[in-house]
Protein backbone atom coordinates (compact mmCIF):
# COMPACT_ATOMS: atom_id res chain seq x y z
CA UNK A 1 0.00 0.00 0.00
CA UNK A 2 2.33 2.48 1.18
CA UNK A 3 4.67 1.88 -2.21
CA UNK A 4 1.49 2.52 -4.20
CA UNK A 5 1.12 5.74 -2.37
CA UNK A 6 4.63 6.70 -3.22
CA UNK A 7 4.17 5.79 -6.99
CA UNK A 8 0.74 7.72 -6.49
CA UNK A 9 2.25 10.91 -5.33
CA UNK A 10 5.14 10.55 -8.09
CA UNK A 11 3.11 10.73 -10.32
CA UNK A 12 1.07 13.73 -9.92
CA UNK A 13 4.42 14.99 -9.11
CA UNK A 14 5.33 14.51 -12.25
CA UNK A 15 2.41 15.45 -14.30
CA UNK A 16 2.01 18.71 -12.55
CA UNK A 17 5.85 19.52 -13.54
CA UNK A 18 4.92 18.42 -16.70
CA UNK A 19 1.74 20.55 -17.37
CA UNK A 20 3.69 23.79 -15.80
CA UNK A 21 6.01 22.98 -18.62
CA UNK A 22 3.78 22.43 -21.38
CA UNK A 23 2.24 25.52 -20.50
CA UNK A 24 5.25 27.56 -20.63
CA UNK A 25 5.47 26.12 -24.29
CA UNK A 26 2.48 28.33 -25.52
CA UNK A 27 3.26 31.37 -23.76
CA UNK A 28 6.70 30.91 -25.75
CA UNK A 29 5.16 31.27 -28.69
CA UNK A 30 3.07 34.29 -27.61
CA UNK A 31 5.75 35.83 -26.61
CA UNK A 32 7.70 35.54 -29.96
CA UNK A 33 4.61 36.99 -31.64
CA UNK A 34 5.04 39.99 -29.39
CA UNK A 35 8.85 40.13 -30.31
CA UNK A 36 8.15 40.47 -33.79
CA UNK A 37 5.58 43.11 -33.42
CA UNK A 38 7.95 44.90 -31.61
CA UNK A 39 10.44 44.47 -34.39
CA UNK A 40 12.77 42.88 -31.38
CA UNK A 41 15.05 40.61 -33.72
CA UNK A 42 17.39 39.48 -31.28
CA UNK A 43 14.48 38.17 -28.74
CA UNK A 44 12.67 36.31 -31.79
CA UNK A 45 15.78 34.97 -32.65
CA UNK A 46 16.60 33.96 -29.46
CA UNK A 47 12.88 31.78 -28.85
CA UNK A 48 14.92 29.40 -31.71
CA UNK A 49 16.94 26.59 -31.47
CA UNK A 50 18.70 27.46 -34.93
CA UNK A 51 16.84 30.51 -36.15
CA UNK A 52 16.42 30.83 -39.69
CA UNK A 53 18.49 34.01 -42.14
CA UNK A 54 15.35 34.89 -42.80
CA UNK A 55 14.09 35.49 -39.00
CA UNK A 56 15.54 39.09 -38.97
CA UNK A 57 14.38 40.22 -42.48
CA UNK A 58 10.61 39.22 -41.22
CA UNK A 59 10.75 40.95 -38.04
CA UNK A 60 12.28 44.45 -39.62
CA UNK A 61 9.79 44.03 -42.22
CA UNK A 62 6.23 43.92 -40.12
CA UNK A 63 4.60 46.93 -38.94
CA UNK A 64 1.95 45.05 -36.76
CA UNK A 65 1.00 41.50 -35.50
CA UNK A 66 -2.33 40.27 -34.00
CA UNK A 67 -2.11 37.19 -32.26
CA UNK A 68 -5.62 35.85 -32.65
CA UNK A 69 -5.06 32.39 -31.34
CA UNK A 70 -2.44 29.84 -29.60
CA UNK A 71 -3.35 26.82 -28.15
CA UNK A 72 -0.98 23.83 -27.21
CA UNK A 73 -1.92 20.83 -29.65
CA UNK A 74 0.21 18.22 -27.63
CA UNK A 75 3.15 18.23 -25.38
CA UNK A 76 5.07 15.42 -23.36
CA UNK A 77 7.51 17.32 -21.66
CA UNK A 78 10.32 17.76 -24.25
CA UNK A 79 8.18 18.61 -27.21
CA UNK A 80 4.87 20.67 -28.16
CA UNK A 81 2.87 21.63 -31.09
CA UNK A 82 1.39 24.86 -30.79
CA UNK A 83 -1.52 25.79 -32.93
CA UNK A 84 -1.36 29.71 -34.41
CA UNK A 85 -3.59 32.07 -35.64
CA UNK A 86 -2.16 35.58 -36.46
CA UNK A 87 -2.69 38.60 -38.50
CA UNK A 88 0.71 40.25 -40.08
CA UNK A 89 0.95 43.09 -41.60
CA UNK A 90 4.50 44.07 -43.63
CA UNK A 91 5.83 47.55 -44.45
CA UNK A 92 5.91 46.25 -47.99
CA UNK A 93 2.38 45.00 -48.34
CA UNK A 94 -1.02 46.61 -48.97
CA UNK A 95 -3.10 44.33 -46.70
CA UNK A 96 -2.45 42.44 -44.04
CA UNK A 97 -2.12 38.39 -44.05
CA UNK A 98 -3.90 35.85 -41.93
CA UNK A 99 -1.37 32.67 -41.05
CA UNK A 100 -2.42 29.57 -39.21
CA UNK A 101 -0.76 26.05 -38.72
CA UNK A 102 1.78 24.50 -36.18
CA UNK A 103 5.02 26.01 -34.02
CA UNK A 104 6.80 22.89 -33.20
CA UNK A 105 8.86 23.52 -29.81
CA UNK A 106 11.26 21.53 -28.10
CA UNK A 107 13.24 21.84 -24.78
CA UNK A 108 16.67 22.55 -24.51
CA UNK A 109 18.46 23.00 -21.36
CA UNK A 110 15.31 23.63 -19.64
CA UNK A 111 14.28 26.17 -21.50
CA UNK A 112 11.20 25.87 -24.51
CA UNK A 113 12.81 26.31 -28.11
CA UNK A 114 10.88 26.83 -31.41
CA UNK A 115 12.25 23.83 -33.68
CA UNK A 116 10.32 24.50 -36.91
CA UNK A 117 7.20 25.87 -37.85
CA UNK A 118 4.61 24.94 -40.47
CA UNK A 119 2.41 27.93 -41.30
CA UNK A 120 0.25 28.35 -44.25
CA UNK A 121 -1.70 32.01 -45.39
CA UNK A 122 -5.70 31.44 -44.91
Not at 32 to 41: L, M, R, S, T
Not at 51 to 75: D, I, Q, Y
Not at 96 to 115: C, D, F, N, P, T
Amino acid sequence: MKKLLMTLCLFFIVSSVNAASCSYAGAVVQDYYVNIHNNNVEAARDKWISPPRSVASLVRNVEWVARLNTNLGSCNGSSARVNVSVIIKAYDRSTAEHWVGMVYLKQRYGEWKISRMKLHRR
